[in-house]
């Protein structure tokens, strides 16, 4: 029926901002969506697995948002009385993953996924919401991929409203190659543009830390061109004092890490997040990303750096 083929969830905020203070009030919320063509009561339909809650009569318009929150006092404190709740649920969104489910009026299962906190680091405890990239073309039953989701545009997430288009697409800017290990040289981060237009990267982060996200802030005006590159060099931006974007310092392991690029305005973080993990190097040798048969995608030691150039072959044979 029209009610298990458009409601959807669209927005899940399931571990709000830690302050370290255990006794701060619960802010999780669940955001549903109508992506049909004509209106849907929600009578009867239940959330039976994560949380416990039954709709009494609810008419949710073409495009309507409606919210399920953990604590109605506190979601208001934080967001305001005008956005469109309508309950309050028992049980709490579990901090480390867990599965979803709600069913119709028949007891028909309508979504059935289970998220997971590895997905993205800002929506597990820095305060962003797990957002579905586009309710209206996600697979109803498919998402338990981490491919189906994005954290939110901002902080505390856009509960009630859609904020898609406001960051660029997610992988539209990766972390394409670097140089870990220079031998008393400069190590350097590339990044690559995957789309057909340039990218705006002023106020943007590069970091090695999870901890600390905005080690270095990427200069206003700089932009990665359309299927272009943009390289930062230790001696000259991230490790580099008189760079005014250095707000700490820092350089590549030659025994590995993990390099994270994150949005940013107005010196807040903002919800686009790469992050690259990467193993040893030897001296001189880059690491890049290539990608496999399968379309899938490695991180690995290359024939030869190619700073701001298409990336060389892997330096051994990596198709599977």
Known sequence: GPVAES????????????????????TEYIELTNIGTEAINLNLVQFTKGIDYTF???????????LLVKDIAAFEARYGTDLPVVGQYAGSLNNSGERIEFVDATGAVIQSFEYDDDWFDLTDGIG?????????????????????????????????????GLLPDPDSVVINELLAN?????????????????????????????????????AEGTVVPAGGYLVFYETLHFDNQGDPGCLTPFGLSKDGETVYLSSGSEGVLTGYS?????????????LGRWEQSDGSYVFVALMEPTPGAANAEPAASQDQ
């Open 7 to 26: 409601l959807r969830v669209s927005e899940i905020l399931y571990h709000p901002a830690d302050t370290g203070d255990p006794s701060d009030p619960n």
């Open 56 to 66: 009494g009569s609810l008419l949710l318009p073409v495009g309507g948002y409606c």
């Open 128 to 164: 962003f919401s797990l957002t579905v990239r586009d309710p209206r073309t996600a697979d109803a039953q498919g998402l338990d991929s981490r491919s189906v989701w994005r954290p939110s545009a901002y902080s505390g997430g856009s509960p009630g409203a859609d904020d898609s």
């Open 182 to 218: 220079s031998g008393g040289g400069s190590d350097w981060i590339e990044l690559y543009s995957a789309t057909d237009q340039s990218i705006d990267l002023s106020g943007w982060y590069l970091s090695d830390d999870n901890d600390d996200l905005m080690k270095y802030r990427i």
């Open 274 to 286: 790469e992050q690259q993990d990467f193993g040893a190097s030897e001296t001189g040798v880059s």
